[in-house]
């Protein structure tokens, strides 16, 4: 570029001197204010060639630095099975690449119309985990929805989202979001809030969907192993119900030994299994294990039709709630149960008629899926076979 010039410097200078009926001192004025711009814009040229170098070496160093922090960010994102310790593993490393004053994971609940924060890093009052967000109203849904990076540089001035008091009131004035998307199927976003308004650009969409690149990856194979740990768990658990029967002469301490096996090898909060006493119209607690078990006695009782293990006991039909504060139908056996976030029951049938139910819960919200609700379904219909046996066992006596 600077050759050019030099080139193009000599060649005004001659072209300059060619032209006829021109003073030469007139041309000489003329070819000197050339030759003085062109020597300035050389000049200029030379110190913005410098600055573009300096850029350059930066801009490769600050490449660099992204690369060692998606390395660490990989490492730790392949370091966990669980969805929730590979953030807590790759949040740290965020900062490398970014700066923010929190960090938001909203995944899509099991319905797909709403958002639950799953984790808020570092934690803050304002924006509670486990708090559900409309997809449609919130600005953590609109990457979902768009499929595409969403920034908002004014919080305050931004229109109207569900989050936007709970942001504010957290001091909140930016943020950027990117959904994390397997195969285009949405399973929720990671959002960086800053209190400084207009802290993102589009210069940091690249960046931050490498990394929502990296976490749904982790995510879909935690989801993969978890489904193959359930499938797992499930056949533990009907070869557990198996033994049982041939071996157990009371119902009760074949209900119990099922009950502590779905327990640990599903890892539930708690279970509790229920008998139907028809001439009653009473579920009686058969056999519990978990958090609950301590807190119900085993001569507990509630009517049928009546809260959750009631109206599965009264339609025979399958009930799973994902958020319990979402159900009205809902009773509670005790004061302690308001930590459940999940509830899931099935109804006990041999051919047709209810015997009892299983009820699972879980402390979070959104805990349970098909994988679940196909596995209780299976090990209640093992548990009908084995209690039939055993009651046909005992009458022949």
Request: proline fraction near 4%; charged fraction near 25%.
């Amino acid at each position: 570029m600077l050759n050019t010039l030099r080139v193009l410097k000599r060649s005004a200078a001659e072209v300059i001197a060619e032209v006829e009926g021109v003073p030469d001192d007139v041309t000489g004025t003329a070819t000197r204010m050339l030759s003085d711009r062109l020597d300035e814009t050389t000049v200029e040229i030379s110190e913005l060639l410098e600055q573009a170098a300096e850029r350059e070496a930066a801009e490769s160093q600050r490449e660099l630095r992204q690369l060692g922090a998606i390395a660490q960010i990989t490492a730790a994102a392949v370091s966990s099975l669980d969805v929730r310790r590979v953030f807590e593993a790759v949040a740290p490393q965020l900062p490398r690449l970014f700066k923010f004053d929190r960090l938001i994971l909203g995944l899509v609940t099991s319905s797909g119309d709403a958002l639950r924060l799953a984790a808020v890093w570092p934690p803050a009052e304002a924006l509670r985990e486990g708090t559900v967000l409309p997809l449609r109203q919130s600005a953590l849904g609109h990457p979902i929805l768009d499929h595409g990076p969403f920034i908002v540089s004014d919080v305050e001035k931004a229109p109207a989202f569900a989050e936007r008091d709970l942001l504010l009131s957290d001091g909140i004035r930016s943020l950027i979001a990117m959904p994390l998307l397997a195969r285009d199927k949405p399973l929720g976003a990671l959002c960086l809030l800053s209190r400084a308004p207009a802290a993102y650009s589009t210069s940091d969409i690249a960046a931050l969907r490498g990394v929502a690149g990296q976490l749904t990856t982790a995510f879909v194979c935690a989801d993969l192993l978890d489904t193959e740990r359930k499938r797992s768990a499930e056949l533990h658990v009907v070869n557990e119900v198996a033994k049982k029967a041939l071996t157990a002469a009371d119902v009760g301490d074949i209900l119990q030994a099922v009950t502590a096996s779905i327990q640990k090898h599903f890892a539930y909060y708690d279970v509790s299994l229920f008998l139907l006493e028809a001439e009653r119209r009473e579920l009686a607690l058969a056999a519990g294990a978990g958090a609950y078990s301590r807190s119900l006695s085993p001569g507990y009782r509630q009517p049928l039709g009546v809260g959750v293990i009631g109206l599965v006991a009264q339609s025979g039909e399958s009930l799973m709630i994902n958020d319990v504060t979402k159900e009205p139908r809902r009773v509670l056996a005790f004061p302690g149960e308001t930590t459940t976030g999940s509830e899931l029951c099935v109804p006990i049938k041999l051919r047709g008629e209810v015997l009892g139910v299983i009820n699972v819960e879980c402390e979070r919200t959104d805990a349970f899926d098909q994988d679940d609700l196909t596995a209780m379904e299976t090990i209640a219909d093992e548990i009908a076979q084995v209690v039939e046996t055993v009651r046909l066992r005992a009458g022949q006596r």
